[in-house]
């Protein structure tokens, strides 16, 4: 199982609370652990979904998204938590 860790922001956006923000996702369980970019992990999971999933309990599944205006991006699947468990997870500067 792949599990994103930590995410790093847009720059200027280290404290933002928009998923959209997020530049790139720290993925390990994989052959080559590092950061990705948003749109390959949307890409990713969209072609395998239920294969990410965000290193925080409940450990939720990620899955893709686009926004408005039409960029992709990803954020975990819903549960009980007010927020998206992947702005939970440590952040680095852009």
Aim: overall charge neutral; glycine content about 8%.
């Amino acid at each position: 199982m792949m599990y994103v860790t930590k995410i790093k922001m847009k720059q200027g956006c280290y404290y933002s609370s928009n998923l959209v923000e997020i530049d790139q996702l720290y993925i390990t369980g994989c052959d080559n652990p590092g950061y990705f970019k948003k749109a390959v992990i949307h890409d990713y999971v969209k072609e395998n979904p239920g294969s990410i999933k965000v290193d925080r309990y409940p450990y939720p599944v990620v899955i893709d998204a686009v926004s408005v205006n039409g960029e992709k991006y990803v954020r975990s699947s819903p549960n009980g938590y007010t927020h998206d468990n992947l702005l939970d997870l440590p952040r680095e500067a852009g």
